[in-house]
């Protein structure tokens, strides 16, 4: 994109950010932002284009934009939380904490239940813009097996999870992010294990050198996306951060294809 190109996308970018366009919201028409903006229409579509592959914006019909992020259900009203009476720690390092909650569930008798706390995660896909994601592939000592991962890390205290994202890419890549977006917050074992982990996907990336975290980096490759749905039947996605960034990659892009169809 030339230089006003990237303006209004830089602009349109920052509205949706700021909020000023909510979830639900549709965008003005092209016509609207064409005089608005000062841009010709088929540049316009060009950021039009890479707001919606970036799921900053979804199609609905031939030409309507809106935001993303309305849904249909509610949640259901008039049911209890667990009540937590105490916790106590079984074991405690810098890497892991075992404890014991003693709870309560809604109708049922108090006991105790087993919680480990693990770090704050953050976690990246990168895609550039041959439509392939940076990954490595790496040796996991637990499973025994070799995998595709996704760069990603623990968040130090005090860190904000996009700050993570970058550092952890550049550190076990060598590839710098040109943009972060945050998709989805999640906990991966739910039931027992306390580890929240913050899920990013950038758009483009530049070589700044050369991994300087060696136990992490491993092999180095820029995989199509293509190829995901196979190395997922392979079983060599390793790491729910991997999965669930992946998934949500295909899935705008199925979402994508459904409402330009």
Do not use: C
Not at 98 to 118: N, S, T
Not at 177 to 188: D, G, I, T
Not at 203 to 215: H, I, M, Q, S
């Amino acid at each position: 994109m030339g230089p006003k190109t990237t303006k209004v996308y830089e602009t349109l970018r920052t509205r949706l950010a700021s909020g000023r366009y909510a979830p639900g919201d549709k965008l003005p028409s092209e016509r609207t932002l064409v005089e608005e903006l000062g841009i010709g229409r088929t540049a316009l579509r060009q950021v039009l284009a890479r707001l919606v592959s970036e799921g900053r914006l979804e199609v609905r019909g031939r030409s309507s934009y809106r935001v993303p992020g309305t849904v249909s259900v509610q949640p259901p009203e008039g049911l209890e939380p667990w009540r937590i009476h105490g916790e106590r720690d079984l074991y405690d390092n810098r890497w892991v904490r075992l404890q014991l909650w003693d709870v309560e569930p809604p109708g049922v008798k108090r006991f105790e239940h087993h919680v480990v706390r693990l770090h704050h995660v953050a976690v990246t896909a990168v895609i550039d813009d041959q439509d392939r994601v940076l990954m490595m592939w790496r040796y996991r000592f637990v499973p025994k097996q070799f995998g595709w991962e996704l760069p990603g890390g623990i968040v130090d205290q005090g860190e904000d999870p996009a700050d993570t994202a970058l550092r952890e890419t550049i550190e076990e890549t060598g590839w710098r992010p040109k943009s972060l977006k945050h998709v989805v917050s999640y906990q991966p074992m739910v039931g027992m294990v306390d580890s929240p982990h913050e899920i990013f996907v950038g758009n483009g990336a530049e070589k700044v050198g050369e991994p300087t975290d060696l136990e992490e980096a491993g092999h180095i490759e820029w995989v199509p996306l293509t190829d995901i749905p196979g190395l997922m039947a392979r079983g060599e996605l390793l790491g729910s951060g991997t999965l669930v960034a992946l998934l949500h990659i295909l899935a705008a892009r199925r979402t994508q294809g459904l409402t330009t169809a």
